[in-house]
């Protein structure tokens, strides 16, 4: 006698009886970069969605034209008001001999003088210098005559990787014209900003006494 099927539950036949899988960790890593990637992509993008006028006012920095004198030679350069020293004298003027080290103003690498004075150039607004008579490391020299402190570092052996050698005799030159080189300790703590990552501490020590005519 042919028996009919027995009619199933739905609900029971659909039912998954394995309990779900919890997220692993490479889902969850999955999922935050492509959220990450989209909220970045959104932000990209939507910066195209200013209106003309905004954008073009966030486009236009504030600028302003001033003259300074470098090296002897008188500059007249309009600038981004943002725009240091450094910026402009490697970037505008193409004096790349001081160097951007921490452009934080900690290690001493960008050193000019300033009206005689040594400053870092990092933390130096350009707009700041108006009339300003700036002294770099290209300037030191006269013709092919070297400066009393550039050959005194040849002489000492005073740098190894060079890099922050400019920074160092500009600021060697001004603890001469300060008349701190009374004793080794003095031009340590005078000098004590320029950082040099290479060691050659005594060296630059001895350069400067040799300048300065203490050695």
């Given amino acids: 006698m042919p028996t009919e099927p027995v009619p199933q539950d739905s609900s029971s036949a659909t ?26 992509a959104g932000g990209v993008l939507g910066t195209g969605l200013l209106p003309e006028p905004a954008a073009a006012a966030a486009a ?39 160097k951007k080290g921490c452009d934080a103003g900690a290690c001493g690498a960008c050193t000019v003088l300033v009206d005689g004075r040594r400053q870092n150039a990092c933390l130096t607004l350009a707009v700041r210098l108006e009339g300003a008579e700036v002294t770099t490391i290209e300037g030191l020299a ?23 050698t400019p920074g160092q005799i500009l600021s060697g030159v001004a603890c001469i014209q300060e008349g701190h080189t009374g004793s080794p300790e003095e031009i340590r703590e005078r000098m004590s900003g320029n950082i040099c990552r290479c060691g050659c501490y005594p060296k630059i020590v001895r350069a400067v006494q040799q300048a300065a005519g203490k050695k």
């Fill in 142 to 164: 006269d013709g092919g005559q070297l400066h009393a402190l550039q050959q005194a570092f040849i002489d000492q052996d005073a740098f190894q990787c060079g890099y922050c």
């Fill in 15 to 40: 039912a998954d009886p394995s309990p779900p899988m919890a997220p692993t960790r490479r889902t969850v890593l999955a999922t935050g970069a492509a959220v990450g990637t989209a909220v970045v």
């Fill in 60 to 98: 236009a920095a504030p600028s302003s034209r001033l003259t300074l004198t470098v090296n002897g030679t008188r500059h007249t350069v309009t600038v981004d008001n943002r725009t240091s020293l450094l910026d402009l004298l490697r970037e505008h003027l193409d004096l790349t001999g001081s």
